[in-house]
């Protein structure tokens, strides 16, 4: 996330205003810096101060460089939390995929398997599906499969 070169900096800078790239070739190289002391472990409460030294100017000006490096930062988190429930839908959509397929073949571990699954993706807790019997093997289970227009299978 950090970014190493001065050139990458200048990259992102895409004004044509000398004063105004200037600016904002500034405001990069600041956002930077307070990556960098913040990665190396600096606290919260010393950003201000040191930045304040470092570059010779007021806390003011610290603070809104400060506030913009911490909206940047809320993007990031915000773009990270999408990408991470974007990937959790696409599992999601797979289980639903497995938990049909596996009702057709009449697969019925995997089913339940699958909506655990599920469970357990979307925080839901514990697995409260038991598919067993205290440990026993279930068998010789009988069942009629009712469809709409038939009335049963």
Known sequence: MVKTKAKEIKKTVKKTNKKTKRIDILLEERIYFIETIVAQGLPSRQIVPTCSK?????????????????????????????????????IIDTL??????????????????????????LGMGKEVIDHTSKGEKIENITYTVVDPSNNSK
């Open 54 to 90: 470092k570059w010779g100017v007021g806390e003011r000006q610290v603070r809104k460089v400060k506030s913009e490096w911490v909206k940047r930062q809320l993007e990031r988190y915000k773009k990270t939390v999408d990408n991470i429930d974007l990937e959790k839908q696409k």
């Open 96 to 121: 639903d995929e497995i938990q049909v397929r596996s009702l057709q073949r009449h697969s019925f571990n995997e089913t339940l398997g699958a909506i655990n699954s599920k469970m357990k993706l």
